[in-house]
């Protein structure tokens, strides 16, 4: 009978009260006992409000119901609603399952894809269904959700549709099951955004931005595979994936070994000859320095790079024996002067196309190992700075602490 009088009484209210009254009867819906009747009138009242006029009352009746076991027909009601209403049962109602959600997304607005994207208990389908008909911000909303479970494949969906998008490239460059193919995929559209930038303000020719945009993706394509999971073909589909794109050239394989972080180099060489990577691995890394040109000749690597090969292959096998414990940068110089004396005697065009190369890799590495440089030499200063002021801080630099360790504690 009260929830009849509430309909009655609820005829001449204001939407203001009426709200106030829907959270109410939502409550006692919930939580207050009630006979198998007045739970009926109660469900019975929570459907007529789906058509209030007011929106402000179907807010309320949406909010109070968020998360909550309720009637399922009134959270379909309120799913139906207008955006800024649905998105209350959508984020959380535990009574829509999955085909509700991707329906919903196929529908719904921004406001409504980004509602679904927070929910907590997101499987493959939907966030498959999410990345596919979704926008840029509730895709970016998905990606950023720690509780959701998402494929590969859809990850990789999400670049195709996505990856010129800044807050997606970073969504997806933050989680850690990224692969290392789709990061190096991402890392292009960066370049290729940039030198349309740089071209379009005149700061570069393109030829030049071409050239940096190149050399900054290969780049990162040796680093992804120095930090590709052992054990989870991630290296072999990087390489697949820069063979696609026409990005697996000779010149980043050889950018790969002047680094002393082969291990792309040793992908690359494998999947162009043909033969397993830990077999390639072992001609790499022989002592005796056997079989390398045959290899790089399988490998269809040009005749004029292969004496570079051999001497990179080889100056990686000494300075990995003598700089053990020696900065990347430091080490990855030392390869390339080892590189240049060895080629330095070519006179042909293309060999001296080589040398131009090298030398440029040279440049590279001896500015890397000045910014390390310069930053140990920054520090030694700040300590020897503290070290006037506070002499006790002897005491940290006489056991070891390194000068950045001395000075966060000295704060």
């Not at 009849?4 to 106030?20: C, G, H, P, Q």
């Not at 056997?290 to 080889?314: H, M, N, Q, S, W």
Request: net charge negative.
């Amino acid at each position: 009978m009260i929830i009849r009088r509430f309909l009655l009484w609820a005829r001449t209210a204001s939407a203001a009260d009426r709200a106030v009254a829907v959270r109410l009867l939502v409550d006692a819906y919930l939580h207050s006992p009630m006979s198998p009747e007045d739970k009926r009138d109660a469900e019975t009242a929570m459907l007529s409000l789906l058509d209030d006029p007011s929106a402000l009352v179907r807010s309320a009746l949406a909010e109070a119901l968020a998360g909550e076991k309720a009637p399922r027909a009134v959270v379909l009601g309120l799913m139906q609603d207008q955006s800024d209403i649905a998105v209350h049962v959508l984020a959380t109602s535990p009574m829509l399952c999955e085909a509700d959600l991707i329906d919903a997304a196929a529908i719904g607005d921004d406001q409504v894809q980004c509602a679904i994207a927070r929910r907590n208990n997101i499987d493959v389908p939907l966030a498959a269904a999410l990345v596919e008909v979704g926008e840029a911000g509730a895709v970016a909303v998905l990606l950023a959700n720690d509780a959701a479970r998402i494929a590969p494949g859809t990850l990789q969906r999400a670049v195709e549709r996505f990856g010129n998008e800044p807050q997606v490239r970073e969504a997806l460059l933050a989680r850690q099951d990224t692969p290392c193919a789709l990061r190096h995929r991402l890392a292009v559209e960066v370049a290729a955004s940039l030198t349309r930038w740089l071209g379009d303000c005149g700061l570069m020719n393109k030829d030049r931005a071409e050239r940096v945009a190149r050399e900054s993706t290969e780049k990162v394509a040796v680093r992804l595979a120095g930090c590709a999971h052992p054990g989870m073909d991630e290296l072999e589909a990087l390489v697949l994936d820069l063979r696609a794109g026409n990005r697996l050239t000779p010149g980043l394989i050889l950018r790969s070994l002047l680094t002393g972080e082969t291990a792309l180099a040793e992908a690359a060489l494998a999947q162009l000859a043909g033969m397993p990577m830990a077999r390639a691995s072992n001609i790499i890394h022989d002592r005796r320095g056997a079989g390398v040109a045959a290899l790089c000749r399988k490998a269809e690597i040009p005749p004029t790079l292969i004496p570079a090969f051999v001497a990179a292959i080889d100056a990686v096998r000494e300075t990995g024996a003598v700089m053990t414990g020696v900065s990347e940068a430091r080490r990855s110089r030392r390869i390339v002067e080892r590189v240049l004396i060895a080629c330095e005697t070519a006179d042909s065009a293309q060999d001296a196309a080589l040398l131009a190369l090298l030398r440029r890799f040279e440049a590279d590495a001896a500015r890397e190992e000045a910014f390390e440089l310069a930053q140990s030499m920054a520090d030694d200063a700040a300590l020897s700075s503290l070290l006037e002021i506070d002499p006790e801080l002897t005491l940290l630099a006489d056991h070891g602490a390194a000068p950045q360790d001395a000075m966060r504690l000295a704060a």
